[in-house]
């Protein structure tokens, strides 16, 4: 059984104002997460990826369908049922620098979980288990403990928030664009991470809109479009023998060292590029385009 | 040549002394060049760009000059400054998404900003449409929020806004950080269209991102740790990079098709030295995997190829011996 399963999972945002209406973040989406395995979650702003994400943290409730985690429906969650889930699963977001109090020291984070998870844990027991989980993200704990976020660099802050994850029983990571604000330098460490950490047996679900990044760690991706999935399946076959239009222009528009967008003397269509292959214009339909399997595993959207 | 900088210094008055993001800089920009300046978050590149157009009064020029056309620019008189900016150098900040005025609309924004600059509303006005319409804009926007306009659109109205007095330099930094990949190619795409149409004569792009200079800039100066490491054609930088940063800088880019299964890429382990206090010699010497004992002194930065300017004690040799 899966670790996690999302099913026929739509949220929809009323919008207030004149314009008042109803915006469709996520139409019925479906697929799982399995133990020991990276799923990479890759839209633009506005296809309700981090809509997703919330709603598997509970931050958000979904407008219809479920979420299943290790075979129980996280909306039916009680209180007590909640805190044992947050034992079991652990989002990271963007901004590691927002995600601190900056009036507190960083290893604040892990007190306030002995807090609520490890009352009765010795000191020493506790600081042997901090060191352990600071060791598995490669942090030296001389150079992180005892200091304000502002003191810390990004990459650093974002690996304590994982250490922070592993001192629980952490069985699902949700990371939520997790290196966008890093620099490229340190970037690469963490992904390095994340894959260690997955071959560890974690399920990892990567919230990302930076395709080559997706590409480099995942086992599985899912690209959404205006809150439907447009394509999905091994990251091979999608990013090797991608079949929907849209996943194609978005692999044409990535920058690329050694390829250029454009051959060099070709006349370069200004309008074409402007135009948002994500943002076609009319309403979105209620109902998600059909999805058919073109390959073993590999599922396409019909075109909208 | 339309910029020349000469051994620019700029430091940040502190309490704790001079902190130097920018240390003996010299480099020039061609006519219709687009100049690319990568670095890691903490190398200078910002407060380089900013401080050509003085943006921020609290830094101090502690030597060195610019000229824009062969003209000196006073860029320690703030006041001075005024009647260059916009008309003969402009700037897209980083956050070009908020640098937007939400209170008041395209239109009163755009007027007010040329009136600052002496120049009538209408007298432009049918070139702002016009330019509106290249970047796939229609006129609508003009009596629009910011507020109403997505990430993109906004990145675009500043872009037309910033250069239309059509400015010898534009400085654009991190503008397309923010965005989305296919954005990213239409902002990326504009800013090769508009040196292109002269309506910029060239530009400085700073981003921490080296792929997309790769597809827009003709020429990437790289720098770390407040000084330069290596400046060369954006072909020669991608291909065959000398200076050891450079060299890792790339190698930590996953390219689409690369794999972790197959290919572990590494990144940089540490992080640049504080710029309060910097080690003396290379600055790079303590990441660098070939640092040996001359990486002690402060290598020159030197042209060691027509047109490959790099500062790196092993590099020099290296080819000197070639």
Redesign the interface.
Known sequence: MSTLQIEQVSKLYRTSGLAGGVTRALREVSFDIDQGEVVTLIG??GSGKTTLGKIVLRLITASSGKVVFQGADIAGFGRAELREYYRYVQGIFQDPFSSYNPIYKADRVFEMLRDVYFPRVPQRAWEAKIDSALEAVTLNPGDVRNRYPHQL???QLQRLLIARALLLDVKLLIADEVISML???????I??LL?SLKRAGLAILFIT?????G???SDRTVILRRGAIAEMGP??AV??NPQHSYTK??????????K??HSPGAV?D??A???????SVGPVALAPPALTECEPGHLVAVEE | MTVRVENLKIAYRTLAGDVCPVDDVSFSVGDGEIMGLAGESGCGKSTLGTSLIRLETRMAVLGGKVELDGVELPIDDDRAMRRYRMKEISLVPQYAMSALNPTRKIRRLAADLLRCHGVGYGEIADELRRRLDLVGLDAGVLDRYPFELSGGMRQRVTLVLSTLLNPSLLIADEVTSALDVSTQRAVGELMMEFRDRRFVKSMIAITHDLSILAQIADSILVMYAGRLAEKAGSDTIVNSPLHPYTQLLLASLPAVGVRHDDTTLVGIPGRPPPLSNPPAGCRFADRCPFAYARCKEQPPFTEVRPGHQVACWKVAEEVQAA
């Open positions: 633009e702003s660099s990004g990459g620099d490229a330098s340190t970037r690469v460490d992904l390095n894959v809109h930076d395709l080559s990044l590409n480099y760690v990251t091979p990013f090797g222009a978005l692999l044409d528009a990535v920058p690329q060292l050694h250029k967008w370069r200004v309008s590029a402007t135009r948002r292959p994500g943002r």
